[in-house]
């Protein structure tokens, strides 16, 4: 045969070349001859097909999980259906793996013998067995794929386990996926063939996307688990706690009265903790009597009626023993215990029993006791809101002791109520009409001693706004009320922040003296600080009232003197005046003041000259004082003194 030349080869290269660019033809190994475009057609068809049917599968597997939350078997089933079906797999397993085990979780065709083994025996302990493919899977948390099962040593070398698990199978073509949450093995998909028919990478991929939805569905249902588990536990509380408030409500609306509160006690008990029937008894240092009762039928009522009055027996009285040793009796089956067994007979078969005392400084006074006919502890829960209800008894029961007393005291006390009744009324009238001062300095006395007439050495300051009158003459009601609004309130928490008493205002003016009714130890330094501390906080408004227009200054005059000081007025409405000199000269003074100033008296220099610095400015005549008096203005504090 001829061997084609250089150019015979040349003219063959660019089909083959042509044949690649069309791209479809895979090389598996080598190079896949060209196909026909009917050929293309049907191997793109095929593809199309497979990748329909595993994103079908995949919906169809998410479906199942929505659709069954907090269920993961028929998730499982779903996962494996999908993967042997698509997979072309003969079988398939689904493992859960905790606490260094694999649990089977669901299996799909498995042969009988197999799946029998793994009923007898459905938890595999990893590290025993090597050559099992789930040891290497948890060891190595990766995808295990055995073309060959009997050409795997385990089977070679005879490892029974390996070789046992192999033929009850029949199974040749192996692979494990591991399903990890974080890095974290939690379980695994196993398929299987029973013919050697390696699976390819695209299944085994589709294999580790239903391995990843198993996590999914593994993780939703523990925090829906988690969240039904929250949910009862809340629900559970807040049947509780309604009930706790039900019985508070009781105890609130009916005071002395104690058979709604035990009926509403022995209901709630009964119905909250699942108890067939329950029991409020009350204990008088002598005999246990029952009060109250839910859900108890005719025989068994007259079993009790037979039994009780009662002294306590702490040999064969539950409740006896309850009273008796103050404390919680649990007994999860009366008939087991011997001693018992009468009491239990005569209450109709009783079973499971729960008995609460009721305890006052220490001592019984009763106890709540609920029973089941059938063999169930009362849970942790149970038993604490048993506990609050014999707490709310006690409660009840001690309100209603002190409402009789009480009851008897108020025959004892109306009239000295109406007295304080009075008294308070007179309080509160002065409070409205008189300084804060004064008012507590009499309600705290008990006497009005001091609004008479008396003397005594005050430092009396005056203030008042400069420019007010013509600001109030040529502005509009409403911004001049404003404006006294802000004025008031700053100087007021002043007032107040220094103990001074608010003799007066009127309008912008306003006078506060120091030292009555409360003694000061120096009044006019006292006078002074809160001076220097309105001077601060009036100049901020003197500054943002200046922005708006308005020319108002602030002066503030301060003497030291004798006054007469007492209340004046009418029947309705009093004032507590200083009368004096030393008032008249604060108040000329402040007249005197130029916008910024705090004119102070030589009396009051004398008390403040090593706190504060001050500019002479000069003798005035004032009207109303025959000889003229020196002032001085307050230029600031002296920081280690005040």
């Known amino acids: 045969m001829r061997r084609p030349g250089k150019a015979g080869a040349k003219a063959v290269r660019p089909q083959r070349s042509r044949t690649l660019k069309r791209g479809n033809a895979a090389k598996v190994g080598r190079e896949a001859p060209a196909i026909g475009a009917s050929e293309r057609i049907a191997l793109l068809e095929h593809r199309l097909n497979e990748a329909l049917e595993q994103q079908t599968a995949t919906s169809d597997v998410l479906r199942v999980i929505s659709s069954s939350p907090g269920e993961l078997k028929p998730v499982f089933e779903a996962i494996l259906e999908s993967a042997t079906r698509i997979c072309t797999a003969k079988f398939a397993n689904l493992f859960l793996y905790a606490d260094n085990s694999f649990r089977i979780a669901a299996q799909k065709n498995a042969p009988l013998a197999y799946a029998e083994r793994w009923r007898q025996r459905p938890v595999l302990a990893v590290g025993d067995n090597p050559h099992n493919p789930l040891d290497r899977l948890a060891s190595t948390k990766s995808v295990i794929n055995i073309p060959d099962l009997m050409a795997e040593r385990g089977y070679i070398e005879r490892n029974p386990r390996f070789v046992a698990l192999v033929e009850a199978a029949g199974a040749r073509t192996h692979v494990a996926v591991p399903m990890l949450k974080e890095g974290e093995l939690i379980g695994a998909i196993s398929i299987f063939r029973q013919e050697v028919h390696p699976f390819t990478d695209k299944q085994i991929e589709l294999v580790k996307n239903f391995a990843d939805q198993a996590v999914i569905a593994i993780q939703n249902t523990r925090l829906l688990n988690e969240l039904r588990q929250r949910t009862d536990d809340l629900s559970e509380s807040l049947e509780q706690q309604t009930a706790t408030a039900d019985v508070l409500m009781v105890i609130s609306s009916s005071p002395g009265e104690l058979q709604s509160v035990f009926e509403t006690i022995a209901s709630r008990s009964v119905n909250l903790c699942g108890a067939t029937y329950g029991i409020v008894f009350r204990f008088d240092g002598e005999m246990i009597s029952v009060v ?22 702490r040999e064969s009285q ?12 649990h007994i999860r089956d009366v008939a087991a215990e011997p ?31 609920l029973y089941r006919r059938k063999v169930e502890l009362f849970s942790d829960r149970q038993i604490e809101l048993v506990k609050a209800f014999a707490a709310q008894s006690v409660i009840a029961i001690e309100n209603a002791r002190l409402l009789n007393d009480l009851n008897k005291l108020n025959q004892q006390l109306e009239q000295r109520v109406t007295d304080q009744v009075s008294e308070i009324e007179r309080m509160s009238r002065l409070r409205r009409f008189l300084p804060p001062q004064v008012a507590d300095l009499i309600v705290a006395s008990g006497a009005e001693k001091q609004l008479e007439s008396h003397r005594r050495e005050i430092t009396a300051l005056f203030c008042d706004l400069r420019g007010f009158t013509g600001f109030s003459e040529s502005s509009d009601p409403e911004d001049v009320i404003a404006l006294l609004r802000e004025y008031h309130a700053a100087i007021g928490e002043i007032i107040n922040t220094y103990g001074g008493t608010l003799e007066r205002y009127a309008g912008d003016g306003v006078m506060v003296v120091f030292n009555d009714p409360i003694p000061v130890d120096n009044p006019a330094l006292q006078a002074v600080q809160m001076a220097l501390e309105m001077r601060t906080a009036i100049g901020a408004l003197t500054g943002k009232w200046r922005r708006l227009g308005h020319e108002i200054g602030f002066g503030i005059g301060v003497a030291h003197g004798f006054a007469t000081l007492g209340t004046i007025g009418f029947e309705g409405r009093f004032d ?23 004119l102070i008296s030589p009396r009051v220099l004398i008390a403040v000259e090593d706190a504060v610095t001050v500019e002479p400015v000069g003798d005035f005549t004032l009207k109303g004082i025959s000889r003229p008096v020196a002032a001085y203005n307050v230029l600031s504090a002296v920081p280690s003194k005040i």
């Open 292 to 313: 109250a009762h839910h859900n108890l039928d005719q025989p068994a009522m007259d079993a009790l009626n037979r039994m009780y009055p009662m002294r306590p027996d």
């Open 576 to 598: 507590y005046a200083a009368i004096g000199t030393v008032s008249n000269v604060a108040s000329r003074l402040c007249d005197e003041a130029k916008p910024g100033q705090i």
């Open 339 to 369: 001693r018992y067994t009468v009491a239990a007979t005569l209450a109709l078969g009783i079973r499971s029993f729960l008995g609460v005392p009721m305890l006052r400084d220490g001592n019984p006074i009763g106890g709540i006791a």
């Open 318 to 329: 539950l409740m006896g023993q309850v009273i008796m040793e103050r404390s919680i009796l």
